[in-house]
């Protein structure tokens, strides 16, 4: 962002990540809630996986065009994969009953020194 442009609003700020929240909970369930229902034809699974998916794009599509400007493409891809991790580790353990374990908290602070470092600017 150069000098001259103006700060970035609280909404442009915000609403991006709160879209993204939204839109991460709408494509785990599109992606993954089929998996308690094993017995389900796959074509039909695949259907109502669209139909979910569906309604996670009208949410995506906003966010990053709203956040883009107030973020790089960059800082809003990690945002998103940050959001996608937790909603996704949420669901694992409470919709799915799955353990969460020692080895997945090294895996995603891993991955949050790497979101550090992009919105920690070049390094120098």
């Known amino acids: 962002m ?3 442009a103006a700060a970035p609003s609280l909404f ?3 609403a991006p990540i709160l879209l993204l929240i939204a839109s991460n909970v709408f494509m785990t ?3 993954y809630g089929h998996l308690k229902f094993p017995g389900a034809a796959l074509w039909v699974v695949v259907l109502v996986s669209w139909g979910i998916a569906f309604f996670e794009y009208w949410l995506a599509v906003p966010a990053n065009r709203i956040g ?8 809003l891809k990690t945002v998103q994969e940050v959001i996608s991790l937790t909603v996704f580790a949420l669901f694992a353990i409470f919709y799915l009953g799955e353990k969460f374990t020692l080895n997945h908290l090294l895996g995603f602070a891993f991955i949050a020194v790497g979101a550090f470092f992009i919105f920690k600017g070049p390094i120098r």
């Open 2 to 4: 150069t000098a001259l």
């Open 29 to 31: 369930f599109a992606w």
């Open 68 to 75: 883009y400007g107030a973020y790089s493409a960059a800082e």
């Open 12 to 14: 442009s700020l915000a």
